[in-house]
């Protein structure tokens, strides 16, 4: 005997159906974008429960799935911080160092700055920095500092 479901029935699992694929997605990415069909679809197999009009649920499920990215997505997504691991290596930017090891087109120098030496390149790329100069770390690319050599007048920040 083949059991035989209605048609509303059906559709009660086919939001269901959607909102389980929207969650695994959604666990993969944790981006919030799929969280709200995971939602929209939920809210819809209740929504089935009652109402056997499949174009109504259709727009159940669009509208609170837009309503959600649209609107609530932008504020969740200020006060979650995902995949971010701080660190203070930030604040050495505008910071200045001394060169240690010569800095060319061709070659990684590197740089010391409280305390430490990394290594370092020249954001511009045709010039050399020499052992002894000092330089301004205006970023970070990995583990290596990028720089430019500053006036040897400001003495701020050295090490």
Not at 140 to 150: A, C, H, Q, Y
Request: proline share 2%; hydrophobic share 50%; charged share 20%.
């Amino acid at each position: 005997m083949l059991l035989a479901m209605s048609l509303n029935t059906a559709m009660i699992f086919v939001w269901l159906g959607i909102a389980i694929v929207a969650l695994v997605v959604e666990l993969n990415t944790t981006d919030l974008s799929s969280i709200w069909a995971t939602v929209g679809g939920a809210i819809t197999a209740i929504v089935a429960i009652w109402c056997h009009i499949i174009w109504v649920q259709i727009i159940v499920f669009l509208v609170i799935s837009i309503l959600g990215i649209v609107l609530i997505r932008p504020y969740v997504k200020r006060y979650v911080k995902r995949n971010e691991i701080e660190t203070n290596v930030d604040s050495l930017i505008g910071k200045k160092a001394i060169c240690v090891d010569d800095i060319a087109p061709d070659n990684v120098g590197a740089c010391k700055i409280d305390g430490k030496v990394w290594s370092a390149i020249a954001k511009d790329d045709t010039i050399t920095i020499n052992v002894g100069q000092k330089v301004e770390i205006l970023s970070i690319d990995g583990v290596k500092l990028i720089v430019k050599p500053v006036d040897n007048k400001n003495n701020e920040g050295e090490n």
